[in-house]
Structure formats: structure tokens, C-alpha cells
């Protein structure tokens, strides 16, 4: 298949992109490096041995896009671009409506336009909430706590609505817990700008000593050791999942929303002491206050996703968290310390 990534060189899109390349679709990239580095372009050329077809468009910019989609005739588009920082959306909510609905609009449009109608989007378990029962199905009530909550829940509700005027149309919502990891050869991985939000970036940053210690949020949760419970999914079980999803949409010309997690909760203190262990190195912590907005637990029931893609997630905690520490070892600032270059000067001006 013919392919079009739009987030391609962030975290999720850019492993997606290696596992789609390695089944042998022709795939391009397009992103506004808002939130990624243009080295992640080399990386995957590097990795995958040949160059990458790569579009910098901004979702906003709906004549951009019409001239992305009148380049080449794709027959599937996988949608990553968004802006994802719960705590920034608070701050800035017209910004993370702006970014995410206007784009996917734009997007939904130039599909349109282009008669392209198969679309994997990138969705998350935020739609759920505090959740009411664990583990969480599908049909779990859809509730959302924040401004990055509510524009996935109005993106999956626009999408659900151009199904039903376009019988045509196909999408997957694919509802993911909480990536994790990166691609074993430690060459890309996840690269939070400035102070890290999520859990396992910030780890990763105290082990190689860009910070002091971490701040865990509550010792105090209704949960196994006090401290939050996720479901952490290692990214290279979540790319596949997109390649097997797209298949599932050429394949039963059917509408699809599954949850990707392996259906494990894991705390904090279980996931520092799995990254201690892979990494040799010590995690100073201190427990502090909880978290605003934090909820005590989060796991998937997958079995729906294994049932219909004939997929389940592989890695386990172990696994995440060597890879993880690999792509940090070897990449201490990320991509930083090699964005300067001049042909990375080149591609985030062009
Ligand atoms: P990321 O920020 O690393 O990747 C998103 C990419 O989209 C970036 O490269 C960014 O530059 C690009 N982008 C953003 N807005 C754009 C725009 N207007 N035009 C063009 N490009 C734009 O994030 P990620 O972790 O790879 O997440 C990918 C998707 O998965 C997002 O939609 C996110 O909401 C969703 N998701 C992520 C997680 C997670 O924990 N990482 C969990 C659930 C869902
Ligand atoms: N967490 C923490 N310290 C941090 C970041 C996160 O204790 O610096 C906790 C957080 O309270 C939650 C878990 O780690 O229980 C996962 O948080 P993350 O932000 O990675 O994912 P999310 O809460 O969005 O599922």
C-alpha cells in the first residue's frame, strides 16, 4: 500500500514508519517538526537503507495538504499529528483545538478531495477517563478530564461521523495506553523537549543524570504499592499494530476501535525498579503530592484487538525498559546534540 504518515517523525509515527517500511509499503511522511527533530529523517534512512519520502506540512494549512494529496495517490493515511501534553493543553486549550481538530478536519477534507478512505487514527485511553471497572473494554463509558482528552474524544466522534455520511470510508481508532520504549537499535526513540511529562522519559533522564531525582506523584492510591497503576506497551508492539490494522481495514472493509495495551497494570515503583535492573543504574525517588487530574489505575482488556487484528502485544516490562535505556544511553540529549548539522539546517528550513 501507498501510505501517508502525517506525525511521521514523532515518537509513535517514526517506529510505525520502520515497521510499515520493513513489510514493504511505500511510505511518505509528512509533519511540521513541532514536536520532532529532522534527524529522526536520517535515522530512518540509516535504518532503513534507503531515503525517505518526507512532506513538511502543517495539518493547519489545507492548500498544503491539497498539493501533499495531488502528489501521489495514497491508499491510506495514518494520523499521529497532534499535540499530545495534557498539562499545556489546561493552559492552552484553543491551541490543542486549533492543532488537532482544525488539522483533522483539513485532513478529512483533502481525503475527501482525493478520494483516499482508508485512516488509522491515533487515539488514546484518555477517552476513558477515570475508568469504572478494570480492565477496560471498548464499550466502557467515554469521559474525558482535560482539553488534550476532549479533542481525541471529538476527533474519534468527527471520524465516526464521515463513516456514516461516506459508507465508503474505513477507519481504525486505535486507543492507546501507554507507549513506552523504542526501536532496538537505540537510534530513535522518544525525545520529550524540555522537562519530561510522562513517567519513563523522566527515568530515562535521572538515569543518565540530566536529572536529579524523580517526583513520584502519590504514595497513597488504592493500588498495589500506593503508587499509579498503567498500562505501559512496549512502541514497537504498538507499530506493528498499525500495520495490522490497516490490513484489517483492506482486508474486512470494516470500521474498527480497539484498545493497544498489554493488559498489565504496572506502578511506578515496579517500573522503576524494572528499569533499575535493565539499566545497572540507581533511580533516586521521593513521593509527593499526587498529581492534579491523576487517576489511580489504567489497564487495557486487549482481547477485542487480539480477536479482530490477530494482535498482542509481545514486550514485557523488561523489554521496555532495556530498550528504552538503550535509545537514552546512546542518545543522552536525544536528537539535540546532532540537530545543528547543516543538511538538518537544510531540512527545517525548507
Ligand atoms: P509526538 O509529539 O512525538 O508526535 C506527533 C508528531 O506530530 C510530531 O512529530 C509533531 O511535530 C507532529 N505534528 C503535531 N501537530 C502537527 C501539525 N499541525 N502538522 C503537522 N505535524 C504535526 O507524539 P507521539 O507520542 O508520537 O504521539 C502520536 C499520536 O499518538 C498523537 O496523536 C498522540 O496524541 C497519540 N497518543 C500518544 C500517546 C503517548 O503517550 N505518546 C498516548 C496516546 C495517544
Ligand atoms: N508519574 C510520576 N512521576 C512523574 C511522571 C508520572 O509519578 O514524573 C506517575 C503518574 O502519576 C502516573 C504514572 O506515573 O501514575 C504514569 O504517568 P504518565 O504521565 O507517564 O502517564 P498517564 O498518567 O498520562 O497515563
Known sequence: MRILLCGGTGYIGCHAYLVLAARGHEVTIADNFSNSSPQ???????????????????????????????????????????????????????????????????????????????????????????????????????????????????????????????????????????????????????????????????????????????????????TVDGTGVRDYIHVMDLARAHADALDYLAREDRNLTVNLGTGKGVSVLELVRGFEKASGRNIPYEIVDRRNGDVAEVYADPSLAQRLLGWRAEFDVDAMCRDAWRWQSLNPQGYASLFSTESDRALATA
Not at 492552552?92 to 483533502?110: E, V
Request: contains cysteine; hydrophobic residues 40%; aromatic residues 8%.
Open 40 to 222: 529522526v529523517l536520517h535515522r530512518l534512512e540509516t535504518l532503513t537503507e534507503s531515503s525517505v519520502n518526507f512532506h513538511r506540512v502543517d495539518m493547519r494549512d489545507r492548500l498544503a495538504l491539497a498539493k501533499l494529496f495531488s502528489t501521489r495517490r495514497f491508499d491510506a493515511v495514518v494520523h499521529f499529528a497532534a499535540l499530545k501534553a495534557v498539562g499545556e493543553s489546561c493552559e492552552r486549550p484553543l491551541d490543542y483545538f486549533d492543532n488537532n481538530i482544525s488539522g483533522t478536519i483539513n485532513l478529512l477534507q483533502a481525503m475527501r478531495e482525493a478520494e483516499v478512505r482508508n485512516l488509522v487514527f491515533s487515539s488514546s485511553a484518555t477517552v476513558y477517563g477515570d475508568p469504572e471497572r478494570l480492565p477496560i473494554r471498548e464499550d466502557a463509558r467515554l469521559q474525558v478530564t482535560n482539553p488534550y482528552g476532549r479533542t481525541k474524544l471529538v476527533m474519534e466522534e468527527l471520524i465516526g461521523d464521515v463513516c456514516r455520511a461516506d459508507p465508503a470510508f474505513r477507519s481504525a481508532n486505535l486507543r492507546y495506553f501507554n507507549p513506552v520504549g523504542a526501536h532496538e537499535s537505540g537510534m530513535v526513540g522518544e525525545d520529550p523537549g524540555g522537562i519530561p511529562n510522562n513517567l519513563m522519559p523522566y527515568i530515562c533522564q535521572v538515569a543518565v543524570g540530566l536529572r536529579d531525582k524523580l517526583s513520584v506523584f502519590g504514595g497513597d492510591w488504592p
